[in-house]
């Protein structure tokens, strides 16, 4: 049996990432190669230039490829951007029968149904996300197949995406298939909302069930997903990432923007108050001009103020949500989770338990334990999509589907032939004294007809 290898393509708006992975023995994730490369071509999640973005997709999976020596014809893409919409909706139907149990194909046939719905307009439905269900107005039902019932209705969380966003990334695939040299054979598997991917490799299954909301911070964006009972009950994403801390560094400090950013990354604290005013950097800046001294403590205060403001945003979120007090906390990844003193600031302003998320929850050995790192969440998890589905309990009908297509279909039994010749004769019989009777009636309208012409 040939061995499953998948891969998945963040397409983020500071880097393209490429991680290619198989489930070893022990059910758990290795991943074989990975490849990056930073993208100029995408803005707040949504591709502005496509040869740009094409040219770091290249890259990503050139060296993917080589890392793991695997030919890549299927890549699982992330989809993001602010335009992200997720809308609640409600369907039901009625069952033939209340005698026998609901099944997997009446669950499906809801979420079909689901999908047939009218999105805004210029977006198209991404994904179909099962709230609860009810059965016969008995409501909050986790899983209805098995139960007896006639009247079956479901809540959906739908969540959709405009539909040229998700256009301009496939054509981003083909160019990429073009200058690969693949033929048309490069296409797209699973397209899956950058958050859910992030939440598949961060999240532990005792607090999806607990409660948690997972925020991976980007470049431009900053993604939510809230979990529940093991079901995604709210997404949302929020314009505004690590970019804008950098570019407030670039502005306060008035320094160039790759020196903005190596200051975030090597000295920046989200909270001002553990930094020292003893401490100064020295930049360089215009060729000819002295390096320029900055305070540690007057870049913390830069940093801190930004990054309070989208702190509070993300709560006021998960505040409208209904979600404001979650047992499991909040969990942040992504590459601007990295930042120092993050966790803490989250704490103080939310208070709700904090912590940074590794893509390592589900997985085992791999050969580049580099990809263990928070601004790789997204792309494990896209891999991860490609074993299993996002929704729990597809998961569990996906399992039981082999042991249903095993069962055979029973066949309705022909009588045997000398009862079906009789049954056949008894019809005829029928039809001939239904044939009399008729006749007879005939004759005595024709009768009584003839009488009254007489009179």
Known sequence: ??????????????????????????????????????????????????????????KAINEAETQANVNILEVNVSISGQQIRSIRERTGFTRLSADKEITVEDVMRLNEDMRRIQPPVGNQILHVVPQDYSVD????????????????EGEFHVITAPFAAIANIQKCIEKADRLLGKRGQLKIGERVLEP?????????????????????????????????????????????????VTRDIEDGCTIQAKYAELLKIRFGLAL??????????????????????????????????RMEEIVEMIYAELSRAGYDRLTG?????????????????????????????????????????????????????????????IDER???????KPVMAAAPAQQPQQPPRKEREQDGN???????F????????????SDDMDDRMEY
């Open 394 to 400: 597809e998961n569990d009908y996906l399992k039981a």
């Open 272 to 305: 001002s108050e553990p930094a020292s005013w003893n401490e100064v950097v020295s930049i360089p800046v215009l060729p000819g001009r002295p390096p320029k001294e900055i305070s540690i403590k007057n870049l913390a205060y830069i940093i801190e103020a």
């Open 196 to 244: 859910i991917a992030a939440g598949m490799a961060v999240l532990m299954d005792e607090e999806k069930e607990a409660g948690v909301a997972m925020v991976d911070i980007g470049g431009d964006t900053t993604d939510i997903a809230i979990f529940h009972k093991n079901i995604i009950r709210h997404t949302s994403v929020i314009p505004f990432g690590g970019n804008i």
């Open 329 to 389: 906390g909040i969990v942040l990844t992504g590459g601007g989770s990295q930042l120092q003193y993050l966790r803490e600031l989250f704490e103080l302003t939310t208070g709700m338990h904090t912590r940074i998320g590794n893509p390592n929850q589900h997985m085992g050995r791999s050969q580049n334990e580099a990809v263990k790192a928070p601004m790789y969440a997204a792309a494990v998890g896209l891999v991860m999509a490609g074993f299993r589905a």
């Open 1 to 58: 049996m040939e061995e499953k290898i998948v891969v998945g393509l963040d397409i983020g708006s500071s880097k393209v990432c490429a991680v290619v992975g198989k489930m070893n023995e022990y059910g758990r994730l290795e991943i074989l190669g990975l490849g990056q490369a930073p993208c100029s071509g995408v803005v707040r999640g949504v591709v502005t230039n496509i040869d740009r973005t094409v040219d770091a997709i290249v």
């Open 434 to 445: 239904f044939n009399s009777i008729l006749d007879r009636t005939r004759r005595f309208l």
């Open 426 to 432: 008894a019809k005829q019989g029928g039809g001939r």
């Open 137 to 152: 107005y008995a409501s909050g039902i986790y899983d209805p197949v098995g139960m007896l019932g006639v009247k079956l």
